[in-house]
Each structure stands twice: as structure tokens, then as C-alpha cells.
């Protein structure tokens, strides 16, 4: 069963260009989240996606948007990069169990470095 | 609004001793409680959870965690550091009902000394 997986591992951009980044869930699990995580911090929320919309936000620009597909991996897109996006992105996905009680799965991350 | 502190950027410990990383918790309303590993240059990963069952859980590599209502706290344990669980831990909460962000405390460093 494969976990989540993450693409590009890496990618190294210059201020000013767009970005996309991509996330395919674990097998089973409906919604997916992103988060950013700067050097020395722990992640901060992104937006989460479920059945195809963004369902929550967290305090992140509009620079940064998101879409989710009917097979329910996702893709983060940044515009106008600046140095401070520079960061590693994680994804999360989840589904919720018999309990109602959401755990979310990481991926590996992709690690953006703007110039 | 749901926050994590977790006490101590740093913690160093000998082998073969006791882990204790520390989590505050608040929240309005009765929370999910995770802790996470983060290998260097990896993803994190879920080393045990808390979803209002037993006080005391367990997870894997022999850390535990227990739930204290009355202090706010969800302190990480492991009754003897290995030279493996070098690594960064996170605390992390978010509310029950599902589909709820999850907000992540600073992280604690754990150095493991031979």
C-alpha cells in the first residue's frame, strides 16, 4: 500500500515565477492537506481539500491556490514567488475512520528554495 | 482556536535514559492530540495519537503519551533513548468532528548522547 507521495523532491525557482507542486494521497483516503514548513519551524497550514473544493484556509495569500482531482490528489500552485516561500511543502491526506476521528498521513515533502 | 507549546527547542539525553518532551495544549474544545517525527530531510511521521479513548497511549518505538485534562498537557515519554530516536517531534492538535486543520507546535529537538 503506498503512503503519500510527493512531486518534485526538489525544485529551485527565481522570484517572480509560479510554482506547482503535487501530492497523490494514500490508497483509501479522500482529503488532502498542505502545509508549509519553514527552516526551524513546524508546518503551518495551508488549505486542506475535500470532494474537489478547498475547505478550510489557513493565513496564507491568495498567491497560493490549490485544486484537488476526482481521483483526489492535489496540486499546490504559488505565484509571484518571493525568498520567504522558500520552505519545505508537506501534503496530508486523511479519511475518516469508523470514529470519526481523522489522522492525517505525511508525504515526503518537496523542499522549494526561491532565488 | 486550537495551540500546541511544546517546552524546549532542544533536549539532550544519554542513551539508555528516559525521554521527556513536553506539549500544552489549548482548546476550546476537547482536542485530538498527535505526536509526529521528522527525520532529517524527511516527512513526518505519526508516532501516536489521542482521540478522547484511553488517557495513556501507546504508539510506536516504545513512546508513550498521557492525556492530563486538568494540567492541559501531553507529555512524550520513552523509558530508555535509543541512538535512532535522534530526531525532530511535534506536537500537534486539532479539534474532533474530522475534517479539522491540524496546528502544529515548534518542534523539539532530541539529541541522543552515546
Known amino acids: 500500500d503506498a503512503g503519500v507521495t510527493q512531486s518534485p523532491t526538489h525544485l529551485i525557482k527565481t522570484r517572480g515565477q509560479q510554482v506547482t507542486l503535487r501530492c497523490s494521497p494514500k490508497s483509501g483516503h479522500d482529503t488532502v492537506s498542505w502545509y508549509q514548513q519553514a527552516l526551524g519551524q513546524g508546518p503551518q497550514f495551508i488549505f486542506q481539500y475535500y470532494e474537489e473544493e478547498e475547505r478550510q484556509r489557513g493565513n496564507f495569500p491568495d498567491r497560493f491556490s490549490g485544486h484537488q482531482f476526482p481521483n483526489y490528489s492535489s496540486e499546490l500552485n504559488v505565484n509571484a514567488l518571493l525568498l520567504g516561500d522558500s520552505a519545505l511543502y508537506l501534503c496530508a491526506s486523511s479519511a475518516r475512520d469508523y470514529l470519526r476521528q481523522e489522522t492525517q498521513y505525511f508525504g515526503p515533502g518537496t523542499r522549494l528554495l526561491v532565488l | 482556536a486550537q495551540s500546541v507549546t511544546q517546552l524546549g527547542s532542544h533536549v539532550s539525553v544519554s542513551e539508555g535514559a528516559l525521554v521527556l518532551l513536553r506539549c500544552n495544549y489549548s482548546?476550546?474544545?476537547?482536542?485530538?492530540l498527535f505526536w509526529y517525527v521528522q527525520y532529517p530531510n524527511q516527512g513526518l511521521q505519526l508516532l501516536l495519537k489521542?482521540?478522547?479513548?484511553?488517557?495513556l497511549v501507546k504508539g510506536i518505538n516504545g513512546f508513550e503519551a498521557e492525556f492530563k485534562k486538568s494540567e492541559t498537557s501531553f507529555h512524550l515519554t520513552k523509558p530508555s533513548a535509543h541512538m535512532s530516536d535522534a530526531a525532530e517531534y511535534f506536537c500537534?492538535?486539532?479539534?474532533?468532528?474530522?475534517?479539522?486543520?491540524?496546528?502544529f507546535g515548534t518542534g523539539t529537538k532530541l539529541q541522543v548522547i552515546p
Open positions: 489521542y482521540t478522547s479513548a484511553a488517557t
Open positions: 482548546s476550546s474544545v476537547p482536542p485530538y
Open positions: 500537534a492538535v486539532t479539534l474532533s468532528g474530522g475534517y479539522q486543520k491540524v496546528t
